[in-house]
């Protein structure tokens, strides 16, 4: 791909991560990027795997647009470490808990599909990666140390095994500074990774003298050939240098190790990549995730709720800044990423974060006709979470879809059903309108079928849903209690007040869309039955 140098004035924040790449690549003169991101297989990939990779590949999708010059994807796999606790979610504990200390590569696999735990993760992780289409090279931590390719590297550590140690030890307590060292050697006997001071480091002989706390036995271990493994810090510095790593982004938790093995790594003598931090996620009360909390979304009950490219989008925004992640959040990023999708459509602009999602190219199918939030209020109306009776109520009044013809509707049709189901329904609350609300709403019928003539006139779409807003407008400006005063003269606003009574009273919730759109796809003459029903009920239960 040829370069394209004016990408650089894009305001976008992964043209501003691949500028400080290209500048790092001219200084240089390497004529290949690697990107880097990391994994840790003592527990199966996640919401924050996804946003790690999608974020680092936009960032090398703009890196190529702005420089042409080729890159490399690396996800690696820290499967050398040695497994610290047994997980929650996976079979065969108790035999799990006999092979603590090891690394994942050397205990059997619980699951018992795979050689060792290591292997099963790194499995997971590259199909998790394989569904969602990213490009990348797989690297195993075990793989990388057994074949010899970070020899040289861990020798040159050994060699300056002071100068790094240096580098951590005013950060360690004082029990922590008098053991440490940047290698981990696994023990001969035991299989286990042994962090323990060193007696003797014999930098000619490539090789660490240490003794085992328990027995008191003294071994000398080679730092090369997979016979150890450096600690968390020196490893990440030494993997840069080794493999020549130009970026790589981490979280806000990673702070501090970003800025220790970019000191190491230059006291090995190379220059660390250009790192990018992002911030990490919270939930709905703005504490911070966790998984023992489980107060977080998996990225499994994301897509149970909305398709991937918005869980793209909602990862795409302001990654620098601390955002909450709860069901919420999801009707939102799936209607935003629908809407500059219509714009890509119109416009390739770079700084559209759709244009990062779909690499500048907008896919086959159209943008649906609907909205996310109006299906869900269509579910609400017909009380149904099942796919089939959506669809009906859909081509009730737009015979000309199909699923067929709108795979992404389709799609939409079963997320808003299962977020209906497991979101809506369960906390719906109708209220009675007060009068002035019911004398409102009746008022909101008799426009609608007054005007019906002039809405069936114009074509589906936005202009239709405009005049019905109005209509919505207009009922509403007619009473005080939902007035806002007049701007410049003209007619009085309509208050928040008016469209809150709508969907408490109508829908049992507190917002939602446009009342006009889903007037649009309801048809008048059913959202007018609808209201009347609702009025009638409650001068039934009066």
């Known amino acids: 791909m040829s370069a394209d140098p004016s990408l650089r004035s894009v305001r976008a924040w992964p043209f501003e991560e691949a500028a400080k790449l290209a500048d790092r ?61 047994v997980p929650d979610n996976v079979p065969n504990k108790e035999m799990l808990a006999t092979h603590l200390g090891k690394p994942l590569t050397r205990i059997p696999d619980p699951f018992g599909t795979h050689p060792s735990f290591g292997q099963h993760n790194n499995a997971r992780l590259r199909a998790f990666l394989d569904e969602f289409g990213f490009d990348y090279d797989f690297a195993s931590s075990t793989d990388y140390y057994a074949s010899g390719r970070f020899d040289a590297a861990l020798l040159r550590m050994l060699a300056l095994h002071e100068e790094v140690r240096q580098v951590i030890l005013p950060t360690l307590g004082p029990d922590r500074r008098a053991t440490y060292s940047p290698f981990l ?18 930098p000619e002989a490539g090789t660490i003298v240490w003794r085992d706390p328990d027995t008191g036995e003294v071994f000398e271990t080679a730092v090369t050939g997979g016979a150890c493994k450096a600690q968390w810090k020196a490893d990440w510095a030494m993997r840069w240098h080794a493999l020549g790593v130009d970026y790589e982004m981490s979280g806000k938790d990673l702070i501090d190790s970003v800025k220790l093995s970019s000191k190491i790594c230059k006291v090995l003598g190379s220059e660390p990549p250009v790192s990018f931090t992002y911030e990490l996620f919270n939930d709905a009360a703005g504490q911070k995730i966790s998984k023992s909390k489980g107060n977080g979304l998996t990225i499994e009950q994301w897509l149970e709720y909305g398709p991937p490219e918005s869980l793209a989008w909602f990862m795409f925004a302001s990654p620098g800044s601390a955002k909450r992640l709860h069901k919420e959040v999801i009707p939102r990023a799936v209607d935003d990423w629908i809407a500059n999708l219509a714009k890509l459509r119109e416009n390739p602009d770079p700084s559209n974060a759709a244009w990062h999602i779909h690499r500048g190219h907008p896919p086959n199918f159209s943008p649906p006709p609907v909205s996310y939030a109006t299906l869900l209020n269509l579910a609400g109306i017909a009380n149904t979470d099942d796919p089939d009776r959506l669809w009906a109520y859909l081509k009730k009044y737009h015979p000309e879809l199909s699923r067929e013809a709108e795979p992404l509707l389709d799609r939409l049709v079963r997320n808003a059903c299962a977020y209906w ?81 709508l969907y408490e009273v109508l829908l049992g919730k507190s917002e939602g869309p446009r009342f006009g759109g889903t007037i649009a796809v309801m048809g008048v003459v059913e959202a007018c039955a609808h209201i009347e029903h609702a009025l009638a009920r409650e001068s039934a239960t009066a």
């Open 185 to 202: 050697p696994i023990h001969p006997k035991t299989g286990v990774v042994m962090q323990v001071p060193m007696e003797e480091t014999r």
């Open 421 to 501: 189901r497991d979101f809506i329904a369960p906390e719906r609350k109708f209220r009675d309108a007060t009068p002035e609300e019911a004398a409102a709403m009746r008022r909101l019928v008799e426009i609608l079928r007054e005007r019906a003539p002039e809405f069936d006139a114009l074509p589906p779409g936005p202009q239709r849903e405009a005049a019905l807003q109005e209509a919505v407008y207009d009922a509403g400006r007619e009473f005080p209690a939902f007035q806002t005063p007049a701007k410049d003269g003209g007619r009085p606003g309509v208050g928040r007040a008016w469209f809150s009574a």
């Open 25 to 85: 690549m001219a200084a240089s003169g390497k004529k290949e990027a690697l990107f880097e991101t990391g994994y840790g297989p003592s527990g199966l990939p996640h919401i924050g795997t996804f946003g790690e990779v999608a974020r680092t590949s936009w960032v090398r999708e703009a890196f190529t647009r702005l420089t042409g010059i080729p890159s490399r994807l690396l996800a690696f796999s820290d499967d050398m470490d040695g497994l610290r606790k």
